[in-house]
């Protein structure tokens, strides 16, 4: 039985978006971007102690249309497991909560990963295979863990990095283990020729746009970020 005076669960993968979706109602908890890590803190989660489970923060855009900025609430998450679909009155409750947040708000799949997904082919490839619109390497995790314990599951993603955009490759180890940016390691992968002046500054923005957007988000759904508290 879902205990309604629970907290709402928030997974996410950075330490900027786990500070950003906690709050009043809300616990928040995150892994730096490593799924099998992700993984060990949920399942250390006995009983899960929370009456609802959403997916918060950025993704890379797989539907090309979407651009930094553009919001994705999740209709189902794709994986190597299959889908699992996302409660779809949660769904239905945050899509008009964030009506008019974005430049674009749409319902939509997404991909979930274990491996980041930074080159413009890969992206191609999984939207094709998944048909989702955007990806990231929580969402399927957070998915999985609310399925176990019979807990409505959601998602708010947010595009950083559209479709037919890279990302460099230190960008797969620039976070330190609890999700903070690893500043030693940006240093070095641009002082051996791995990063790029032009790639660092595109980056920046594109995560400016995300983070202003999810930053709009998160004050539009509020205490419990917007889900309703089950009636006893």
Known sequence: ?????????????????????????????????????????????????????????????????????????????????????????????????LSGVGPRVIPADLAGVDTAVLAVDGKTDLRTTTGAAAVDMESHV??????????????????????????????????????EPDIAAVFFAFARGRARLGDLMRLARDSNAAFAALGRCRARLGPGLGIPVPEC
């Open 1 to 97: 039985m879902i205990d309604p005076a629970a907290p709402v669960l928030a997974v996410t993968g950075l330490a900027r978006e786990r500070r950003m979706a906690a709050g009043e109602g809300v616990e928040a908890v995150g892994a730096g971007g490593n799924p099998h890590r992700l993984r060990q803190i949920l399942e250390a989660r006995v009983p899960p102690a929370c009456r609802a489970v959403i997916s918060f923060g950025i993704a890379g855009g797989l539907d090309p249309s979407l651009k930094p900025g553009d919001v994705v609430v999740g209709t189902g998450v794709v994986s190597e497991e299959g889908r699992r679909a996302a409660d779809l009155d949660l769904s239905a409750t945050l899509l008009n909560l």
């Open 142 to 179: 957070a998915a999985s863990f609310a399925g176990r314990h019979g807990l409505p599951f959601a998602a708010v993603r947010v595009i950083c990095d559209p479709a037919d955009q890279a990302l460099p490759a230190f960008a797969a180890s620039a976070l330190t283990p609890d999700g």
